[in-house]
């Protein structure tokens, strides 16, 4: 099954059980001026109002969400590239009852939709469940356990404390307990031995996959309160990620083998004449680019531009993180990411509802805007390794000295020259790097 139909089936299944299908909201976070949240990270993010209307227009919606996780509680920055599973952007699959229906039937729902329409074997199912928590004085979620015992078997379900299945919306002060789904991919039957260990671990064979949560409390600063209003069953939040769901639907071991990269992944192979799947680092180095390039798309394209502020600082930080990879294992010296996105023009901006009329305009534009910044950042960089250079020939060659850690964090912090740089330097010039224990290699490493 293709991603396109993917979506349309799990929108489909949604609208025929009455709920009211939204448009996916701008990348940025408007909505909701006074919270910190940069961008939307959540499919919950246009209708938070909702859990607190007297009458919400709609009590039942769903929608497919655009998202980034690099900023707050969810940052996943840094694992981007080194793993399979893990995305700046990603695509949320999310529904919601507003006080209508309980865990029952989103369970329902969402057992219905996985089972039958998505044809997802029962077998491979496993969920997890809140198991309660006295200090915080959380009950047990025996209204999950109490529908998941009647659809599946009780050695697939599996009961976790506070830090796996109790849900915060990040930045609003809501919270609940969640029970989530999770699909073991492999063909190892030794997995279901010892699935307690595997499950919610980031294992590459058990797949984290939706979440299902009850919000029915208030947090501040830690502490948990009941809310007249929401304190119900029947206020539910759910996403799923759809890169992880085009993977098990296409049976694929990592998402960017999907649909969703494919294209993208085909593209940088032409531009930058590689290939993917035959060397770890150029791997790390594709991945990262078919990642980011969604997430610095969708942020140009709702209106960020890079630049030193607040968002347009993240997408800055994007973009540079794709050309240091690239000149660090391909030694790439030229724009290049702006070429990619006439791909994702064709996969996104008709599926996202952009105004078809712009497409060429917008096209051109977002092009002319990236090829600046990389452009920009080469500059940079290369003016700023000579500067590196000429500092290490004049101040330590000269004096015989070799380059210490106070130096190599000088550097980075001054010239953004990474420590990889400063080793090619030091070795072109003939000069000695001093031993030292600790360095907080992830500041100036890549
Ligand atoms: N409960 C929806 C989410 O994962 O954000």
Not at 18 to 32: C, L, Q, T, V, Y
Not at 89 to 113: H, R, V
Request: aromatic letters at 16%; proline letters at 1%; a positive charge.
């Amino acid at each position: 099954m293709k991603y396109n139909k993917i979506k349309n089936k799990f929108l489909n299944f949604f609208k025929k059980e009455g709920h009211k299908i939204f448009k996916s909201s701008s990348i940025i976070n408007k909505n909701n001026k006074n919270n910190k949240l940069m961008f939307v990270n959540s499919g919950i993010n246009q209708f938070i109002n909702f859990f607190f209307k007297k009458k919400p227009k709609y009590l039942k919606i769903a929608n497919i969400q655009k998202c980034i996780r690099i900023t707050g509680k969810h940052n996943d920055f840094n694992v981007v590239g080194y793993d399979n599973l893990h995305h700046t952007m990603f695509e949320m699959l999310g529904s919601w009852s507003f006080g209508i229906y309980s865990q029952k039937k989103a369970i329902k729902l969402a057992w219905i939709l996985i089972t039958k329409i998505y044809k997802i074997s029962k077998k491979k199912i496993y969920v997890t469940i809140f198991k309660g928590d006295k200090k915080k004085k959380l009950d047990f979620d025996y209204y999950s356990y109490n529908v998941w015992k009647k659809l599946i078997n009780k050695d697939n379900i599996l009961f976790f404390g506070y830090n796996n299945n109790f849900w915060k919306i990040d930045n609003f002060n809501l919270c609940g307990p969640s029970t989530e789904i999770h699909i073991d991919i492999s063909n190892n039957n030794n997995n279901k031995k010892k699935i307690k260990q595997l499950i919610s671990k980031n294992n590459n064979d058990i797949i984290e996959l939706w979440n299902i949560v009850n919000i029915k409390y208030i947090i501040k600063n830690n502490i948990i309160y009941k809310n007249k209003k929401i304190y119900s069953n029947k206020y539910i939040d759910t996403g799923m990620g759809l890169e992880r769901l085009c993977m098990i639907i296409q049976n694929k071991k990592s998402t960017y083998d999907t649909d969703i990269f494919y294209p993208i992944i085909k593209k940088i192979e032409k531009i930058l004449l590689i290939k993917y799947g035959i060397n770890k680092e150029i791997d790390i180095v594709i991945k990262i680019i078919s990642d980011h390039i969604r997430s610095i798309f969708f942020i140009i394209l709702d209106g960020i531009k890079p630049n030193n502020k607040k968002s347009g600082y993240i997408v800055r930080k994007l973009i540079r993180r794709c050309l240091i990879y690239s000149y660090k294992y391909l030694y790439i010296k030229k724009p290049f990411l702006y070429k990619l996105l006439s791909v994702l023009f064709k996969i996104f901006y008709k599926n996202y509802n952009y105004n078809i009329k712009k497409y060429k305009y917008n096209l051109y534009k977002l092009k002319k805007i990236l090829k600046k910044e990389e452009t920009k950042y080469f500059i940079f960089l290369f003016r700023n390794i000579k500067f590196v250079k000429k500092y290490i020939i004049n101040k330590l060659i000269n004096k015989k000295k070799k380059i210490n850690k106070n130096l190599i964090y000088y550097f980075y912090d001054t010239y953004g020259i990474y420590y990889f740089l400063i080793k090619k330097i030091c070795l072109k010039l003939n000069i000695k790097i001093e031993k030292f224990k600790k360095i907080n290699k992830n500041k100036i490493e890549i």
